[in-house]
């Protein structure tokens, strides 16, 4: 615990408090629902970890759109700006959702108030993954807090997952970053059709390796140390419906959302009209969870949005072609994407437009710029490793005849995570281009 407060200090200074408290808040919370006043227990706790990520996440963003409202009336209100220079604490997504999680589970009787302050504060600040996740409930590691094994084996696996995760984010993403900031930072009237789909295209594989990379980084700490976190990646672009792809992406948060939100809200059993108003409210919630801007509201929706067209009957549709169910998927996130990425609606609609519009000028120069091989080998890498192609060599291999090569590969594989490593070293000591793009949600 003092470890990850010193950590969590290092980086957020004096807002460690604003953690220490949601730590005190809910760990009190937790005794009075098990006092028997369960329903006062569960209301401070939702109450305060939601009024806390409202002011320091949404403030600004609802008062902003406020006055913009009262404008249009030629109501104006003085200093509209005053939620503007509120800090965004690090992690406040992740820890106040790991919190009232455990609240919840609580209230439901799923698992026991934890009475040692120490044991919780340990849970709610822990470093591997409290920045940027997974989202670790208090179920799935209540037992090792108290009783961790650390073995020689479950040290050498996460060492192996942190490289790979280090790989990812160093070697992958932050090249394919590269490409897609200098394309989404192109002027109006300067983009091409292809122009626009290649800066989509390294958005997509940048935000998946970036945040798909940290995880890996946080369950391989997790895993030295002795703790086991859920996973939260499950090669998302290999999905045929948008259905399957949240089944595979984020699934700690997606989880989350459906446990706690979806299910709360009555879930499919109200009928379908209720059912479809579930998941909008679902879905708008997931994106205004990423960010306080109305492209990730609309991000958001546009993925429910699809998610109901399924359910009505296009996925028994899409079943009958996995080609076509594939790029049909393809297409919507790598769409979606562009919401995602862009600073706000008019942007994103003029990106659109671009992607759609063949009769723009291709500017090679540019291309041929930014696209050097460097990142065309990190757009390759990004293409093969979104497959479980890896996966699926190794488990062939384990059942081959080919012993003697399986006893090569294994000596040949601390040799190449050695290698990686080394090659991320060198990136971060040349101080090369390093976006880490979740640390603003």
Known sequence: MLVSVLFYTWGEKELVILILLSAIVDYCCGLIINSGKRKVGLFISVFFNLGILIYFKYSNFVFSNLCDLLSVFNVSIENSTRFADVVLPLGISFYTFQTMSYTIDVYRGTIKANKN?????????????????????????????????????????????????LAKKMIIANNCAYLADAIFNLPDGEMSA???????IAYSFQIYYDFSGYSDMAIGIGKMLGFNFPENFNFPYIS?????FWRRWHMT???????????????????????????????????????ASWTFIVWGLFHGLFIIIERIGLKKV??????????????????????FRSDNLSYAFNYLTSMFSFNSSINLDFIAYYLNKE??????????????????IKARLLHSQLHQLNKSLLLLRPVGLTVLFIICCMYIASDSYNPFIYFRF
């Open 318 to 339: 899409l079943v009958k072609n996995r080609i076509v169910s594939h790029f049909y998927l393809l297409l919507i996130v790598t769409v979606s994407w562009v919401f």
């Open 375 to 392: 990142v065309a080998i990190a757009l390759i890498l990004a293409l093969v490793f979104s497959m479980p192609i890896y996966k699926f």
């Open 253 to 291: 948060l997606s989880n989350w959302f459906k446990d706690y939100v979806y299910i709360s809200l009555g879930g499919n059993r109200k009928g379908n009209n209720r059912t479809y108003f579930n998941l909008m409210i679902v879905f708008f919630v997931t994106g205004l969870w990423h960010g």
């Open 240 to 244: 045929k419906t948008v259905q399957e």
């Open 117 to 165: 302050f120490i044991d919780f504060a340990t849970y709610v600040t822990l470093f591997p993954q409290l920045i940027a996740g997974p989202i670790v409930r208090y179920s799935e590691i209540q037992h090792e807090l108290k009783n961790r094994k650390v073995t020689v084996d479950s040290f050498s696996k996460g060492v192996e997952r942190f490289i790979i995760g």
């Open 194 to 200: 292809i122009t626009a789909w290649l800066g989509v």
